[in-house]
T-cell receptor, first 116, second 115 residues
Framework: AQSVAQPEDQVNVAEGNPLTVKCTYS??????LFWYVQYPNRGLQFLLK??????LVKGSYGFEAEFNKSQTSFHLKKPSALVSDSALYFC??????????????FGKGTKLSVKP | KAGVTQTPRYLIKTRGQQVTLSCSPI?????VSWYQQTPGQGLQFLFE???????NKGNFPGRFSGRQFSNSRSEMNVSTLELGDSALYLC??????????????FGAGTRLSVL
């Protein structure tokens, strides 16, 4: 069965410092991986996705994520955090191969808090 | 281009009632998926529609149903509401159901409160 784990419920970072939000996944085949962000009372906004190729994926608002197949991880990173980055972040996986239903499976979410 | 539109934004219902939520996808998108978001369970997949056909269904009771119209707009219905149905219901659209690499674009959601 597919699953996504975001081991940290909350990440606290000082503005200007680098941030990392962790994600590990489990799929039977090869994964498509996504990061979304949710601001209060809003839907999810797409940040970036990994399909194939370069393990380092660059996305919106200066975010990037590194795909590591051996560790089955897809951690979200940003070199310099902004207070406006404070939000709820979701990692999601989709099985690339046809053996499963194919819907997106989301992690529980990680609340990022960036302090001035 | 307009984003995914969900109506209404907020709903208050009582136990036993039924409710219908509406979703208008991004123009040109033919696939619509629905998710339930709660603090305890997180984001859970309800169902996916493409070309008026349900292509995929999550693990929810039969009280949860949906449909898609020829213009790709979708509705979901919950009958015999229970307190545990209180949640944020999110709709997402994508170009086609067949491509698993497609990005899903989400609406702002409908906040359902069951009293």
């Amino acid at each position: 069965a597919q699953s996504v784990a975001q081991p940290e419920d909350q990440v606290n970072v000082a503005e200007g410092n680098p941030l990392t939000v962790k994600c590990t996944y489990s799929v039977s085949g090869n994964p498509y991986l996504f990061w979304y962000v949710q601001y209060p009372n809003r839907g999810l906004q797409f940040l970036l996705k990994y399909i194939t190729g370069d393990n380092l994926v660059k996305g919106s608002y200066g975010f990037e994520a590194e795909f590591n197949k051996s560790q089955t991880s897809f951690h979200l990173k940003k070199p310099s955090a902004l207070v406006s980055d404070s939000a709820l972040y979701f990692c999601a996986v989709r099985d690339r191969d046809g053996g499963s239903q194919g819907n997106l499976i989301f992690g529980k979410g990680t609340k990022l808090s960036v302090k001035p | 281009k307009a984003g995914v539109t969900q109506t209404p934004r907020y709903l208050i219902k009582t136990r036993g009632q039924q409710v219908t939520l509406s979703c208008s996808p991004i123009s040109g998108h033919r696939s619509v998926s629905w998710y339930q978001q709660t603090p305890g369970q997180g984001l859970q997949f309800l169902f996916e529609y493409f070309s008026e056909t349900q292509r995929n269904k999550g693990n929810f009771p039969g009280r949860f149903s949906g449909r898609q119209f020829s213009n790709s707009r979708s509705e979901m219905n919950v009958s015999t509401l229970e307190l545990g149905d209180s949640a944020l219901y999110l709709c997402a659209s994508s170009l086609a159901a067949g491509s698993r690499s497609d990005i899903q674009y989400f609406g702002a959601g409908t906040r359902l409160s069951v009293l």
